[in-house]
């Protein structure tokens, strides 16, 4: 734990920039969470070596036929003895094989419990990851827009000293201004935080992401092996495990046998004997038939439930997918259509307004719907990239 700490202190106090993969590696390799896992998992596998064992033997020692007037006499009739015995369960019916059995099945849905948090870890890292690159690259948007209305102030501030524009459409771009230093201190805020978010399932402190995949989008195009995922493959296991439990709780119904032997050492006047017992409950209440049929029950209930629940992890998958493409249509469009035209309008009324025919006003409007279509892009972008890291849930990629 000490080292632990210690990693977790150094790794906090150094910042660096960091790739998606190298976050991954590090979250999955210092999450509390997994290791507590891995540590639960080691505890099943202890519990497979037990499940085998008999119990141990119980070993009686002791004195009989005691007299309260001569307790240390042992001569004085011939039932008076010391004794040793022992006891032991034999267990019947495979119970040990099928305890056994039972024991694998819990360590395998451990395993697969880590196994889905670690792709949910993964995916929510993509998240995180992919929302700030996106952010950061709007930050940067809005950086330069702002160089643009502080041209288009001085502009208008021009044409207002020389009588061709009114003090309102300075003011206007000044407004302009403002708007645009609200968007980015939201936008610096929500960078901040995500970035918080990220170092905190990361154990990393980090400065930015580096090498993303985000400057060219494509259509998605993912399939699902729903077998193969921990979820499924959890809900298979249950079954089996439960049918294991019918058959340990059918094995039940012969009972176990306890083998008693016990030595009884006497005086010399008389000989030494031996006791020989066997003690066999009696299973006269039929619970262990009830409890058979109940788990065999409970097995059915989970087996009838993978279909439908192999039909909401696909149904997640497309409508992710879904969003994504849709969000991909959506960025095409603004950017290889709306955008080139709005650029060019923009230029055309600053060409205009060097002769004085576009009042400094149209220059404004144009400018500001031109900054909202680009953050519209930006925000399909974002709306991309995090319906495609939910996909990352799903598709089990390396």
């Not at 369960?89 to 697969?112: C, F, G, H, R, Y």
């Not at 094995?251 to 066997?278: G, W």
């Not at 959506?330 to 950017?335: A, D």
Request: glycine fraction near 0%.
């Amino acid at each position: 734990m000490k080292k632990l700490a210690l990693t977790f202190i150094i790794c906090s106090s150094l910042s660096f920039a960091a790739s998606i993969d190298e976050i991954v590696s590090n979250s999955l390799q210092n999450s509390s969470d997994l290791r507590s896992l891995n540590h639960s998992i080691k505890v099943a596998n202890e519990n497979i070596k037990l499940a085998s064992k008999w119990s141990d033997p119980v070993l009686s020692l002791g004195f009989n036929d005691i007299h309260f007037t001569k307790p240390f006499k042992r001569d004085k009739e011939a039932m008076q003895a010391s004794f040793i015995g022992l006891s032991q369960v034999i267990p019947t019916n495979d119970k040990l094989e099928i305890k056994e059995k039972i024991a694998l099945k819990d360590m395998q849905i451990k395993s697969l419990v880590l196994e889905d948090k670690k792709l949910k870890l993964k995916a929510k890292i993509y998240e995180l990851a992919y929302s700030i690159v996106v952010l950061e690259k709007k930050l940067k948007l809005l950086n330069e827009y702002e160089k643009n209305i502080k041209t288009l102030e001085s502009l208008s501030k021009s044409l207002y000293e020389f009588g061709k524009a009114t003090q309102n459409e300075v003011l206007d771009t000044k407004v302009l201004f403002l708007n645009v230093q609200i968007q980015k201190q939201k936008l610096k805020n929500l960078i901040d935080n995500l970035y918080l978010k990220l170092e905190q399932i990361s154990y990393m402190k980090i400065d930015e992401i580096s090498q993303t995949k985000t400057q060219n989008l494509s259509k998605l195009t993912l399939n699902m092996n729903s077998d193969e995922h921990p979820i499924i493959k959890q809900e298979y296991v249950k079954s089996k495990r439960y049918m294991y439990l019918s058959k340990l709780e059918k094995a039940n119904e012969t009972p176990d046998i306890k083998l008693n032997v016990t030595y009884f050492n006497r005086d010399n006047k008389f000989e030494d004997y031996a006791n020989i017992s066997v003690n066999i409950p009696l299973a006269i209440n039929n619970t262990q038939s009830v409890k058979s049929l109940k788990a065999k029950f409970e097995s059915n209930r989970v087996s009838s439930k993978l279909d439908d629940t192999k039909r909401v992890l696909q149904t997640e998958l497309k409508t992710y997918i879904n969003n994504a493409n849709s969000a991909y249509v959506n960025y095409e469009l603004i950017k290889k259509q709306v955008l080139p035209l709005k650029n060019k309008i923009q230029k055309n009324l600053e060409n205009y307004n060097s002769f004085s025919s576009v009042k400094p006003q149209d220059l404004i409007k144009n400018l500001n719907e031109l900054i909202s279509f680009e953050i519209k892009a930006l925000d399909e972008k974002f709306e991309y990239f995090s319906n495609y890291s939910k996909t990352k849930y799903y598709t089990l990629e390396d």
